[in-house]
């Protein structure tokens, strides 16, 4: 059962790891890396949150809203760029135990696409996310972006 506080381990400041096809449709395109950080907090009593993530080395910032529905205990992941400025469609779903599968539809260089995002790999210092396009009706899903996240040492703590 999903709660208000699936996202709780995402709150606080993130180093990410990037791995992003050059061609989101395309199985055969190049893969490019990049670093990132993260930084998440909590809304609503953590039936929200919002992430920024400044990607300097490419000139852009993303930015998430989550937010959780008390009444249909459902998350919606909505995704928005600094290049763009724009919302994104969302991705709708929830947690079962320790991972996390979301859902939606978008357009994708014109062409209908089903979004999946999911959330895996989570402990205290770790998470990984993953985002695949299916064009089939989810008969196949091609993995397009993944990003790992490690938890930033906390800043200021006086050392032993």
Known sequence: MSTAHDFDFFHGEWDVAHRRRTDFLDADSG????????RC???FDGAANI???PVNVQGWTGLT??????????W????????SGKLFPPVIGRFAGERGEFYGDDTHDGKDVRVRFVWSGISATTARWEQAFSVDGERTWLTNWVMD??????SGTPSA
């Not at 996240?149 to 906390?154: I, N, Y």
């Open 31 to 38: 893969w490019e890396e990049f670093g990132a950080t993260s």
């Open 41 to 43: 907090w909590s809304l």
């Open 51 to 53: 992430d920024e993530m």
């Open 65 to 74: 809203l989550r937010l959780f529905d008390r009444e249909s205990e459902l």
């Open 76 to 83: 919606s992941l909505n995704w928005s760029s600094s290049r």
């Open 149 to 154: 996240f490690t938890r930033r040492p906390a």
